[in-house]
């Protein structure tokens, strides 16, 4: 069973920055069973969107939002991935979630609310 804790959510006025981190149970390897973690989001009344992901070799792909202002990167010797976060707008405003896909199985940490707003 793998296990994911969050940290890092907030509020924040428009234009402001944020780093999200999910701290893992698991080592980030394709050894390990590892195939991807990233983030997703939702808002209120809204379906989850996915933000970022980034594969155990490190590729990142971003969603169309999220290009340009969002970066995910992975900390494989603390099993920690990152998600900074700048130019916040208020459409961001969700509570986002990290996920780690684990031998083809997503794992979900407990959300955090980010919440931009002036």
């Known amino acids: 069973q793998v296990q994911l804790v969050e940290s890092g959510g907030g509020s924040v006025q428009p234009g402001g920055s944020l780093r999200l981190s999910c701290q893992a149970s698991v080592t980030f390897s394709s050894d390990a069973g590892v195939i991807s973690m990233g983030w997703y989001r939702q808002a209120e009344g809204k379906q989850r969107e996915l933000v970022a992901a980034?594969?155990?070799?490190?590729?990142?792909d971003y969603s169309a939002s999220a290009k340009g202002r969002f970066t995910i990167t992975a900390d494989g010797a603390k099993n920690i991935h990152y998600l900074q976060m700048t130019n916040l707008k208020p459409d961001d405003t969700a509570a986002y979630y990290c996920f780690i896909n684990w031998r083809s199985t997503n794992y979900w940490g407990q959300g955090t609310q980010v919440t931009v707003s002036s």
């Open positions: 980034i594969t155990v070799n490190g590729r990142p």
